[in-house]
C-alpha cells in the first residue's frame, strides 16, 4: 500500500511540475509604420514604405446632399514592398475621413 502511494504522490507532484513548464514569450509581431494618404479625385490612395504585415486603405463617401454615407475599403498590401491601397466612392459620392488599416 505504502508503494503505490509514493507512486500517486510521484505521479501528483510530476503532473504539477509538467503544467508548470514556462515557455518563453515570442518576439512582439511588427505592423506596417511610416504609412501616408492623399485624396486622388473620388479615392482615398494609402501606402506605408516601413514594417511588415499589411495595410489597407479606408475612405467614408457621403451621398450629393451629404445625407448618408458608406465606408470603402482598399485591397490589403503587403508592407514594405506593397502597391498603392486605393478606397474608391462611387461616382456622385465625395470622399472623406481617409485613413489606413494595418494587421500582422
Known amino acids: ?61 457621403w451621398n450629393a446632399t451629404g445625407t448618408s454615407y458608406v465606408w470603402r475599403y482598399g485591397q490589403w498590401e503587403p508592407s514594405p514592398y506593397g502597391e498603392i491601397s486605393v478606397a474608391r466612392c462611387d461616382n456622385g459620392w465625395d470622399p472623406s475621413n481617409g485613413t489606413w488599416a494595418v494587421r500582422t
Open 1 to 61: 500500500m505504502k508503494l503505490s502511494r509514493a507512486v500517486l504522490r510521484m505521479a501528483a507532484v510530476s503532473a504539477v511540475l509538467v503544467g508548470s513548464v514556462v515557455v518563453p514569450a515570442t518576439a512582439a509581431q511588427a505592423i506596417p509604420t511610416n504609412c501616408t494618404g492623399i485624396y486622388q479625385g473620388q479615392e482615398w490612395w494609402a501606402l506605408c514604405s516601413s514594417g511588415t504585415g499589411e495595410y489597407r486603405a479606408i475612405v467614408k463617401c
